[in-house]
């Protein structure tokens, strides 16, 4: 009778984990997804600077009304945008490195799950317009998010299924 006892304790905790382990999995939110779109406002040594957003594909384009300024005032604008644009906290206002993509001078942003890249577009076409600042940024998953998007979840998987067995 005991050990009948002890088998159904042991089966009633396997299935709890089992089904705990499902509402995580289910109710699992990645960080940086609410994207938005529209009109800004970045605010720096007391002047307003007015820009707006809209999604062109997996970017988002950005263009202000009045140029900020000199490179290091385009970067703080650039990470106001980005976290304008993908609300995660956790971006860091510095740049790790720049690139050179299609003409666009790029600068990469790292944060927690995800890196963002903020491209500024050159003016080379448009002569009535030479200081206008515009450009798009983007969002790219990183190694930690690969870690716990995909790796840890198949690591607990597994082990569940060799714990179950």
């Known amino acids: 009778m005991a050990d009948n ?7 009633f905790w396997k299935k709890s984990i ?8 289910t109710s699992y939110h990645p960080i940086g997804i609410a994207e938005n779109t529209g009109v800004f406002q970045y605010q720096n040594d007391g002047e307003s600077y007015p820009y707006s ?5 997996d970017n988002y384009t950005f263009e202000f009304e009045k140029n900020p300024g000199k490179e290091g005032k385009k970067l703080k604008a650039a990470a106001h945008v980005l976290q304008s644009v993908y609300g995660d906290a956790s971006i860091n206002p510095t740049y790790s490195e720049t690139f050179m993509k299609e003409n666009a001078q790029c600068f990469v ?3 927690n799950f995800y890196s963002y890249r903020a491209c500024f577009l050159p003016n ?18 990183n190694a ?11 690591l607990l998987g597994l082990g569940l299924f060799f714990y179950l067995l």
């Open 5 to 11: 006892c002890r088998h159904s304790d042991i089966l």
């Open 53 to 57: 957003v809209k999604q062109t594909g």
């Open 124 to 141: 080379d076409y448009s002569p009535v317009n030479r200081d206008r600042f515009w450009g798009f940024v983007t969002q790219l998953p």
């Open 109 to 111: 942003f790292d944060a």
């Open 144 to 154: 930690m998010w690969l870690v716990t998007r995909n790796l840890l979840p198949a």
């Open 18 to 25: 089992l089904w705990l382990l499902i509402l995580l999995a």
